[in-house]
């Protein structure tokens, strides 16, 4: 007969539970997938974010430092050699090369890289003729030009990071708050619709097996009957 279709046949009724259970592990895993993703990206971009950082802040202390000292300089050259004497030679620096920015990539953020800046010609053979004070208030600015290249290519890092930082925060919020819960609720849905499913497909089968256990025994009336 009909055994097969019965509450512990193995019928129909383990394909619902079946796809269920699949159904919960694979929202439950994606959902683990997605924000574990989010999260190592964020971790590494905060990391990133406080090595730069540390790196600005020594640059910067740096700058200072060679500010102080092109500045100092500077008066020095004016008291030995005349103002009028350091603003002429100051007009006979060669002119600095373009600055070109490429873009690189931090983390999957694209940053831009400074480069160029530099003079179009050395200033060593110019440098050894004209006077000791002029000198040494060039060299130093042209440390701060440099340092001053670092810091703003560090800065404008930090503020790429933070911003990519603060979007990854932002997905992760969007996906845990509001994503995910509208996946539940479409899995709510579903689960419904395959309880009923399977209510209904549980009810038919026994009653076609009913129906089967009834034909068989009116067959068995009817040969008892015919003997």
């Known amino acids: 007969g009909g055994g097969g279709w ?13 796809s269920r259970r699949r159904h919960t592990r694979l929202r439950r895993d994606w959902s683990s997938d997605v924000c574990s993703s989010d999260l190592l990206k964020r971790q590494a971009l905060i990391l990133e974010f406080f090595s730069i950082s540390k790196a600005s802040s020594r640059l910067r202390g740096e700058l200072n430092a060679e500010l102080i000292k092109g500045y100092q300089s500077i008066r020095m050259a004016e008291m030995i050699d005349g103002e009028m004497r350091l603003e002429n030679e100051a007009m006979k620096i060669p002119q600095l090369k373009k600055l070109l920015i490429t873009p690189k990539n931090v983390m999957g953020v694209k940053i831009p890289k400074l480069e160029g800046g530099r003079r ?40 790429k990071l933070l911003y990519e930082i603060d979007k990854t925060k932002r997905k992760a919020n969007a996906i845990e708050n509001v994503f995910i819960p509208r996946l539940e609720s479409a899995v709510k849905f579903i689960t419904f619709r395959l309880e009923e499913m399977e209510r209904d497909t549980f009810a038919m089968l026994k009653t076609v097996k009913r129906k089967m256990e009834e034909r068989e025994k009116k067959k068995v009336e009817a040969t008892v009957i015919a003997n």
């Open 6 to 18: 019965g509450e512990g046949g193995g019928g129909g009724g383990d394909f619902f539970f079946s």
């Open 120 to 159: 179009e010609e050395s200033l060593t053979d110019y440098l050894l003729e004209i006077p000791v004070s002029i000198s040494e208030a060039m060299k130093a600015f042209q440390e701060v030009h440099k340092i001053v290249l670092d810091v703003a290519e560090k800065e404008t890092t930090l503020r």
